[in-house]
């Protein structure tokens, strides 16, 4: 059965399409390798399944740059909140990388 939209006035129809842009974007967004998003937790729960420690480490990496090249694209996308939001998360994860690395030395 296909799906017909029955259009409400130019308005309505525009904020019910942003609506779903959002939705579906922060869904996407949210599966990201970077901690502490869902996808992050997933990637560290991937990686920990071999070596604990190790795999601790390789997954705040990921998170880092994948964080960091987010806030890139971002920023050459000229959205300044979701670089500031990304860049901060790469940070907090670098910070936590440096803590790990310096508890296991």
């Not at 601790?56 to 990921?62: A, M």
């Not at 960091?68 to 998360?89: N, P």
Request: proline share 3%; charged share 10%.
């Amino acid at each position: 059965i296909p799906v017909r939209w029955v259009g409400f006035g130019s308005s309505l129809d525009l904020a019910i399409l942003y609506l779903l842009f959002v939705n579906i974007a922060w869904g996407l967004l949210n599966l990201l390798p970077i901690y502490p998003l869902d996808g992050g937790q997933i990637a560290r729960e991937l990686f920990t399944l071999g070596n604990a420690r190790k795999g601790i480490i390789q997954s705040l990496q990921l998170s880092a740059g994948a964080a960091a090249l987010v806030a890139v694209y971002a920023l050459s996308q000229k959205e300044i909140y979701l670089c500031i939001m990304f860049g901060l998360l790469a940070y907090g994860s670098f910070q936590t990388l440096q803590q790990y690395r310096d508890r296991w030395r």
